[in-house]
């Protein structure tokens, strides 16, 4: 069964860093361009950063110049560097197709909370 599995969350002060991944299935990951998306409790889910598979890349105004995203074709992996966190970045973290009309049934999300 395919499927997309996030890791790396966990709890961090604000101004920390913390460096997601996600194992993606190789039927999606070689033909689309992925993103990572946040769902905060209460409020949908948005789309932050995406990368497509020459590598160019986009952010949402709210984590511009904060957070890279990057691929590793070999290893059908994409990550996402997070640094200067702050609290209103908690939320669970997830990856898929960019472009959501391509997605692939979504995982578990990694959860990433910044408190003091």
């Known amino acids: 069964q395919v499927q997309l599995v996030e890791s790396g969350g966990g709890l961090v002060q604000p101004g920390g860093s913390l460096r997601l991944s996600c194992a993606a299935p190789g039927s999606i990951f070689s033909l689309y361009a992925m993103g990572w998306y946040r769902q905060a409790p209460g409020k949908q889910r948005d789309l932050v950063a995406t990368?497509?598979?020459?590598?160019?890349?986009s952010y949402a105004d709210s984590v511009k110049g904060r957070f890279t995203i990057s691929r590793d074709n070999a290893k059908n992996t994409v990550y996402l560097q997070m640094n200067s966190l702050k609290p209103e970045d908690t939320a669970v973290y997830y990856c898929?197709?960019?472009?959501?009309?391509?997605?692939?049934?979504w995982g578990q999300g990694t959860q990433v909370t910044v408190s003091s």
């Open positions: 990368i497509t598979r020459g590598g160019r890349t």
């Open positions: 898929n197709a960019a472009d959501l009309r391509y997605s692939l049934p």
